[in-house]
């Protein structure tokens, strides 16, 4: 008994393996897909959980209460062309995602900026900045 309780444990912990090694791989879960996903895996580390912001190594700006998020195009162009310490993400997050998160961030921590951003409103901007070199 005991030793069928082994194999299948050992079974599994090989079965976990390439799960994992995938993960590392891409250093982030597989596609993140809703604009909550896409804030969690790539924007919450800097803007924190909350949206607030943080001052440290670095000062990341609050998406909370930012007037800044009441244009739609202004954090889209953040989001695609990068400024300062902010990456910018058009050549890793789809206008799909991009779209996705903006409407995410303009609707939550307390936002309730209207109006819906689609993925088409996104591609005119889903470019590297220019003079970038990744
Ligand atoms: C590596 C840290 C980092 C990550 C990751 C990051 N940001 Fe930023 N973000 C910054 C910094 C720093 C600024 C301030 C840039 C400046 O004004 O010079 C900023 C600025 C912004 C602004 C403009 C705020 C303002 O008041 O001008 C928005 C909007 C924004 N980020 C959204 C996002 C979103 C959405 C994501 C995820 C897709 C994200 N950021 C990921 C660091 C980061």
Redesign the pocket.
């Known amino acids: 008994m005991r030793r069928i309780l082994t194999l299948a444990v050992t079974a599994a912990a090989f079965a976990a393996v390439p799960a994992l090694a995938d993960e590392a791989a891409v250093g982030r879960p597989p596609n993140p897909k809703t604009g909550e996903e896409?804030?969690r895996v790539?924007?919450q580390?800097?803007?924190m959980a909350d949206g607030k912001g943080a001052v440290g190594a670095?000062?990341?700006?609050a998406?909370a209460g930012?007037p800044?998020?009441a244009s739609p195009v202004?954090?889209i162009v953040?989001?695609e062309k990068g400024?300062?310490?902010?990456?910018y993400?058009s050549d890793s997050?789809t206008p799909e995602q991009v779209a996705a998160?903006?409407n995410y961030?303009r609707t939550s921590f307390g936002n309730t900026y209207p109006g819906t951003v689609t993925a088409d409103q996104v591609k005119p901007f889903a470019t590297p900045p220019a003079g970038s070199r990744r």
């Open positions: 896409v804030y790539v924007c580390a800097c803007h670095g000062t990341f700006p998406l930012n800044r998020l202004y954090p953040m989001v400024k300062g310490g902010m990456p993400f997050l998160v903006v961030i």
